[in-house]
């Protein structure tokens, strides 16, 4: 175990914090989840510091506190939040924020509390998870102590999330906190006590008084987590993947018939989205994934001859996207990324063929820009097969069809590709204003490039244009 006392000893604004709160007259702990992150040897870069009235009346006391530490530390900058009863300031790079100990009561159409002035034991019972009730007292009397109210430490050391009072109060309470249990178990590859599961699955509808915003901003830290595989599939255990993401939950599901089976769609992205997210930071390359399939429950067919069939699952995924970036209230600037990376992800395959044209590859280059090689990534993500020599020959495949991309750029240097007659040059040889008309033309050009009737140069982009020139005049 953590010699706590010697390990704050090193830090000089615990020492000025329990400076500050002898003259103040008030209690103060370290807590939440800076002492857990400590015990699991994480990242340490911001710290919350709870501070405790003695007369158990005071108002914005943790205010007041933030403001005397950071004279004594010479911090300029405070931020501070009477609404809330908080504040912070970063100092030697470590955010230290400060709130003053509360009780939290609930009313049931929102998970917003009535907040009350409260004791150490009031505030630690409000708090979400046991790993969460950890406190480092920085108080005179008890300096460095350890205070483990829940079994908190027992819990990381399982590698279990509980929570400290009945599950269902906690997740009543404060619906929210039904993903925010998914996700540290996502990224902490924890597992979560069967109470969890148990509540989630009774007060999944609760979610939805939650925003949409906060919904998806817990979904997406799933999403960014070492393996997102976790959290999702906690998601559709519970119950609670088809109240907050239908189309995902729907993807679940085997069915056969006579020879011919299919295998768990929502099991398989998973693994994809597994696959991604160990070679690529990437959360919208991770979300692609997630969506690569999305359609494939409304376009299953069974042929009597070939089986299974989900024909144009892509374009119709594509086209949800829409549909869904605005229901989930996803930044509109990512829409065309995820989409094009849905829309194509079977074109890479279809490259394969040695018999594939210069022109092909073109458009496919063109197409994807500077998401090619995310489009790769997914690709190569979406081989979930467990036969060692299938996987390699995939793999291979996909070496194949980027050595054809690098040739064709290489001949072509489409790197940036347009037209090398610019706009201006066509409205003067044409003597029209800006048009329609003017893209046509430039596609036009662009066209026979792709094609391979001229190469990508000016002359013989000129050359090509005056030969066309009555088509458009």
Known sequence: ?????????????????????????????????????????????????????????????????????????????????????????????????????????????????????????????????????????LNKSNYGELIDTF????????????????????????????????????????????????????????????????ISEEFFKILSSPKPSIGLRLLYDSGVMIIIFPE???????????DFHHKDVFLHTCQVVDNIAKVSDNVWLRFAGLMHD???????????????????HEEKGARWMKYI???????????NYVQILVRLHLRPI???SDVVTDSAIRRFIVALEEDLEDMITLCRADITSKNPAKVSRYLSNYDKVMDKVRDVKERDKLREFQSPVNGEEIMKIFNIPPSRKVGEIKTAIEEAILEGEIGNNYEEAFNFLMKIKDRFI
């Open 1 to 137: 175990m953590i010699d706590f006392k010697s390990y704050i000893n090193q830090k000089d604004y615990f020492l000025a914090a329990s400076e500050i709160a002898e003259l103040l007259k008030v209690d103060i702990y370290v807590v939440g989840g800076y002492v857990r992150d400590l015990i699991l040897d994480k990242k340490l870069d911001d710290v919350d510091i709870l501070v405790v009235p003695q007369n158990n009346k005071q108002i914005n006391v943790g205010l007041i506190f933030a403001k005397e530490l950071a004279k004594k530390l010479k911090v300029k900058n405070v931020s501070l939040f009477k609404t809330f009863g908080t504040a912070h300031f970063f100092y030697k790079d470590i955010d230290i924020e400060f709130v003053g100990a509360r009780k939290e009561s609930y009313s049931k159409d929102s998970r917003n509390p009535i907040v009350e002035v409260g004791t150490f034991e009031d505030d630690i019972n409000r708090r979400d998870f046991t790993m969460n009730t950890l406190a480092i007292s």
């Open 151 to 214: 079994g908190g430490v027992e819990d990381i050391e399982s590698k279990l999330i509980k929570t400290p009072l009945d599950a269902n109060i906690t997740f009543n309470d404060d619906p929210l906190r039904i993903l925010r249990a998914f996700r540290f178990a996502s990224k902490l590859d924890f597992k979560v006590d069967e109470q969890i599961l148990l509540a989630a699955n009774n007060l999944a509808k609760r979610l939805e008084i939650i925003s949409q915003e906060r």
């Open 248 to 258: 995902v939950a729907n993807l679940a599901g085997v069915e056969q018939r006579k």
């Open 294 to 312: 999305i359609a494939k429950p409304v376009t299953k067919k069974f042929d009597e001859k070939v089986g299974w069939t989900f024909h144009g």
């Open 325 to 335: 970036f605005k229901r989930m209230k996803l930044p509109l600037s990512k829409l």
């Open 350 to 352: 279809a490259l394969i």
